[in-house]
């Protein structure tokens, strides 16, 4: 019997979390089981469903910088495939997107009706799967952006920097990067809940903000290794082929506005995530 709900990117991080909150009423499909760029594979995976997240995309943000063909095929054209199937089919989409539309530089939360200005080929490809989505499925997609993800099922800075702290290892990192990590579980109960709420754009982490090095010293803290083991570096030092976002603090006026709660602050989140995915 066909699961209600699809779920693409099966493997990932938040597929592994959304299948925790969804348990059997979702049908979690890896690339190897439903490749998004097949728009035939994605038609009959489909039909018959009542609702589809679309969690699967190209996210390796520096190899995009000289592989953007790729990134678009997955993160815009197969965005667009999955839209126009569920658009035919009547079957509301739920596609997960990123705050790297934006272009990081702000002094204060970006709203959701913000002017986007991706910096990177990562962020493009994504503003393209946002607007195939949208045009393609007016009046039954959502758009969710998130940020800073961490959880089971996949590496992250999170899992990275536990293993430094787990080994006592000293590390430095950039003070001058801001955002929100967000739980890949919290992110999963925020996705069910927008479900059932009006399709439209929406903002999705946990609330709060910091840079990656208070998010370090957060996960020593959580280990109990001493922090003077996280020293402090910037950007310009630790530079990367993609520019990342100065700033990448998502607003959520969207869902406050269609009576949903605001998510668990940061800090809160990591310490559940350390019990329940990292084991701490």
């Known amino acids: ?16 979390a959304l299948g925790e909150v969804f348990g059997d009423i979702a049908d979690l499909v890896s690339r190897a089981d439903l490749d998004i760029t097949d728009a035939i594979a994605v038609q009959r995976a489909v039909s018959g469903r009542v609702a ?3 969690a699967a995309a190209y996210t390796a943000v520096d190899d995009a910088e000289t592989n953007e063909d790729l990134a678009w095929d997955v993160n815009s054209r197969g965005a667009m495939n999955v839209a126009d199937a569920c658009a035919e089919s009547g079957v509301r989409l739920i596609h997960v997107s990123t705050d790297y539309v934006f272009n990081g530089r702000a002094t204060g939360p970006y709203s959701e009706d913000a002017a986007t200005d991706p910096q990177s080929a990562y962020g493009r490809s994504k503003l393209g799967g946002e607007l195939a989505v949208q045009s393609a499925h007016r009046d039954g997609a ?6 800073w993800l961490y959880g089971a099922g996949g590496p992250s800075f999170v899992s990275t920097m536990l293993a430094k702290a787990r080994a006592g ?3 430095k990192v950039v003070t001058d990067q801001i955002g929100q990590p967000t739980w890949t579980r919290d992110l999963a109960e925020r996705i069910r809940l927008l479900l059932d709420v009006a399709p439209g754009t929406y903002h999705a982490t946990n609330s709060g903000a910091c840079s990656w090095w208070d998010l370090a010293v957060a996960i020593y803290e959580e280990v109990g290794a001493p922090t003077t083991l996280v020293g ?13 976002p100065a700033y990448s ?10 009576g949903l709660p605001e998510m668990p602050p940061w800090r809160e989140a990591l310490g559940r995530a350390m019990r329940a995915d990292f084991l701490v």
């Open 1 to 16: 019997m066909t699961a209600p709900i699809l779920v693409t990117g099966g493997g990932g991080m938040l597929a592994t």
């Open 52 to 54: 589809v997240i679309n």
């Open 142 to 147: 959502t758009v969710v952006r998130t940020s």
């Open 169 to 171: 290892d000293a590390v």
């Open 232 to 244: 402090q570096t910037t950007s310009d030092v630790f530079v990367r082929p993609a520019p990342r």
């Open 249 to 258: 603090v998502l607003g959520d006026e969207a869902a406050q506005s269609a």
